[in-house]
């Protein structure tokens, strides 16, 4: 049986995703959620093999999808309880959590790997959304790249953070990357809106008709509920 090794998981073609112990950043910030509904390192834990477990999910259906046509699409919902843990920590922290998922189909002379470096690149993001990102850097670490990035949302404020992607697989037509977050700012006066989770698989798949860009994103903030989905939803759109 072939076997397809992430870094931070195993997917085995046919039976699905085992996702791995979560990384030690990802606990942390979690953590750093309201004292007032304290969680515990076994919730984080809960909570990121779940969202890694409905990503690849996301990203599984794509990839083997068998029609191979491309139809741009936008999909951003608010999630309720992502874990099915009862508790009211649990409850109150997975309210905010906002998923993301997007197809862009491209040309399909445009080669998968040029379309992910395009993405992932400081340049395009600077250019894609001038509005939102007012400071980013990036440097390569090894197999990753490491990004630090400012953001002001409309609404609710600037953002800290520093975030990572990693390429899982290559394979003929088909690149796969993961972006996970590894920390934000605790300087809430500056940056009001913090970031607590993210998790992101980014692919770029050939098609029949077209080379098909996917991202499945599950976020969690400080306050990104009060943003209706349209508005978010609308300013994706005008960056497509």
Known sequence: MKLLFFHLGIFIAGQGWASFPTPEAVITEVLKYSPSTPLTKEYAAALDAKVQSLTMSSETKFKTNESQDCKNSISINEIGNLTGIKTPEALTFESGFIRLEVIHCFDRSVEPEKILRLIESVE????????????????????????????????????????????????????????????????????????????????????????ALHIVSYTRAGDLTGIPTFVLKSAIQTRR
Do not use: C, Q, W
Request: aromatic share 12%; glycine share 2%.
């Open 124 to 211: 395009f993001k600077r250019k894609a959304f001038p509005n939102l990102i007012t400071a980013l850097e990036a440097k390569n670490d090894g197999r990753r790249v490491v990004y630090n990035e400012t953001t002001n949302t409309p609404m609710k404020g600037a953002s800290s953070y520093v975030y990572t992607v990693v390429p899982l697989t290559a394979e003929p037509d088909y690149e796969l990357t993961e972006t996970r977050l590894l920390s934000n700012s605790r300087d809430i006066k500056s940056f009001p809106n913090p970031i607590y989770f993210r998790y992101t698989l980014t692919a770029a798949k050939r098609l029949r008709s077209a080379t």
